[in-house]
């Protein structure tokens, strides 16, 4: 029978045991509600009053009953809001991306992929055997050579983060995209991070001009919200409806879900500045992080690593923000690379001036200054 002592022992010896806590009340820095509106008393509103029109849940996949109208008022918004001809809700970003790349990858077919792109993409392209080759983290070089050296007998894809959630930098999209048109590939970006922020809220793509074959998003991020979808061209959401066994085989999001992402939508068009305001913040934050020695590249978004390279060092400074009132989880391998564990910290546009000078204050004392 299969026993799992000896695998947890060596879990802990290494320093990757994951364990699970109530959230308590302290400086929250690991939380992605980035423009705070999952406790926005519109969203809750809305919320309730789809609950009492649909039940709390709609009990069934969307191709059997479990299809609302606020499932396809919501798509309809999130085209709209990424610039693409239609749009498809999935259970989370999570079954957004394993759905969508499951469904149209093959054996016959090559990946192309950033080496810290989440692991809902890699998991996505595993599931369809398709052959990925995994770049160095935005070098378009390493990628070109890829690109230039392995044929296939299928479709190739260039996968990406557009900001990638855990170092909070930006990938080269429009090289990427040059580069997607000139090896005939089809460009798949994932911007949950990204929506509601960049662009006046519609993602770094649309901010750049880009026009992916597909881009991801979540409603669990900056929508205050629960679930994921994929926006593309009506053909593509045609056949994943037909193909997306994540989207088929699972129960449709619970009403409350689809009303608070678009009473969220209203308030980010209504507020367009607010992204900006939240990177303007996460800016002044890293320069006072780096008065206190500590490296916060390559971030250039809210979302910012404060880099420790070792486990225990990430797991110590994280227990000693914790014993301070500040909540900010460590990041271990395998979710980072060997070797570059680190606390991440993501603004919101919650923390006040002084709650961030405090942060910084902390850090400060840590390091002794330097
Ligand atoms: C880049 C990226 N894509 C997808 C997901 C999955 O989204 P969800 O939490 O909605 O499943 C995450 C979640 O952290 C993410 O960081």
């Known amino acids: 029978m299969r026993t799992y002592r000896r695998d947890l022992d060596r879990i802990e010896e290494d320093g990757l045991t994951r364990r699970l806590q109530i959230r308590a009340g302290m400086l929250e820095f690991s939380s992605n509600d980035y423009l705070g509106l999952a406790n926005h008393p519109l969203l809750k509103e809305a919320s309730i009053r789809a609950i009492e029109m649909y039940g709390s849940s ?3 996949s969307r191709l059997m009953s479990g299809n609302i109208c606020l499932h396809e008022e919501l798509e309809t918004r999130l085209a709209r809001l990424t610039g693409m ?3 498809l809700l999935f259970g989370s970003g999570y079954l957004a991306n394993t759905g969508l790349l499951s469904s149209i990858t093959s054996r016959d077919d090559l990946v192309f992929t950033d080496r810290l792109n989440h692991a ?9 055997r398709a052959c990925a080759f995994r770049y160095r983290h935005c070098d378009m070089d390493h990628l070109e050579h890829f ?5 296939c007998k299928g479709n190739r894809f260039i996968v990406t983060d557009s900001l990638f959630s855990m170092d909070g930098d930006i990938a080269p999209l429009r090289k990427l995209e040059q580069l997607s ?5 089809s460009l798949i970006v994932d911007e949950a991070h990204a929506i509601g922020i960049f662009g006046n809220g519609s993602g770094i793509c649309s901010e750049y001009g880009v026009k992916p074959h597909a881009v991801i998003g979540t409603l669990s991020k900056a929508l205050g919200s629960y679930g994921g979808f994929v926006a593309g061209s009506v053909e593509l959401v045609k056949y994943l409806i037909s193909r997306a066994r994540t989207f088929i085989y699972s129960t449709g999001l619970p009403p409350a879900a689809p009303a608070a992402a678009l009473k969220a939508l209203d308030i980010i068009e209504s507020q367009p500045d607010s992204g900006r305001k939240l990177l303007k913040k996460a800016a002044d934050f890293r320069s006072m992080i780096e008065l206190s020695g500590f490296a916060t590249a390559p971030s250039e978004s809210q979302i910012i690593p404060v880099q420790t390279g070792e486990i225990h060092r990430a797991t110590s400074l994280s ?9 900010a989880v460590a990041i271990r391998p395998p979710t980072v690379p060997s070797g570059t564990a680190r606390i991440r910290l993501s603004v919101t546009l919650m923390h006040s001036e002084e709650d961030l000078r405090h942060t910084a204050d902390i850090l400060n004392f840590m390091t002794g200054g330097q």
């Open 147 to 151: 690109l230039a050296n392995r044929t």
């Open 181 to 185: 048109m000139r090896y005939d590939c």
């Open 319 to 327: 227990a000693f923000l914790k014993r301070n009132g500040i909540s």
């Open 85 to 87: 001809e239609s749009a």
């Open 120 to 128: 809902s993409l890699v998991d996505g392209v595993r599931l369809s």
């Open 58 to 60: 709609v009990a069934a």
